[in-house]
């Protein structure tokens, strides 16, 4: 059950991946999280990937966040694995609606993440006109180099539009050469 994909490089990206029963038409390389995508099966986020996987396989139940709209094929294959599969996604949107329900309030400023927020933006945004600013923001779980995220800056700066580029604390990729960070 447990297979590592191997990508051959930037080209490979749209290359279907064909190994998951139910998403063989339409699931690529440039789909999975970058976790995923390693050429090298010592790494160890991805023997920590595999670890898990196998651990899944042998557990009575899984509790996953996603629904049954959005991942129903992949889930009845899951369930050929495991009997008892339950989808309780997107748990921050359920959150936020028993929330409101029960205080007649709302609780927007709850998040599912991590890190630390940071609202500094906030006051600026809220005086811009709609549909005046380009937001980017690429999740909590995806990582580029530090020449990607230049590109993107200065493809932003060429578009003469105001914009809001969130970057996570450790979402660059540092690269080391003969010994020292770039």
């Avoid at 009575?60 to 599969?85: F, H, M, W, Y």
């Avoid at 539009?161 to 970057?167: A, G, H, I, N, S």
Wanted: proline share 3%; with cysteine; net charge positive.
């Amino acid at each position: 059950m447990v297979s590592l994909l191997i990508i051959l490089g930037s080209e490979d990206m749209d290359r279907l991946i064909t190994t998951v029963p139910g998403m063989e038409t339409y699931l690529r390389c440039r789909d999975l999280p970058t976790f995923c995508r390693k050429l090298d099966i010592e790494d160890s986020i991805m023997k920590l990937v595999v670890k898990q996987t196998r651990k899944s396989l042998q557990a009575d139940a899984l509790i996953l966040n996603t629904t049954e709209e959005l991942d129903g094929p992949i889930l009845s294959q899951i369930r050929t694995k495991c009997l008892r599969v339950y989808a309780v996604g997107p748990l921050h949107a359920q959150l936020n609606t028993r929330l409101n329900v029960k205080h007649g309030e709302s609780y927007d400023h709850i998040s599912n993440t991590l890190w630390e927020v940071d609202k500094s933006c906030i006051f600026w945004l809220n005086k811009q006109p709609n549909r005046s600013v380009i937001y980017v923001s690429f999740g909590s779980i995806t990582s580029m180099s530090r020449e990607q995220l230049v590109e993107l800056w200065y493809g932003l700066l060429n578009s003469t539009t105001k914009f809001l580029l969130v970057v996570r604390p450790n979402s660059v990729m540092e690269k080391m050469v003969k010994g020292r960070m770039l």
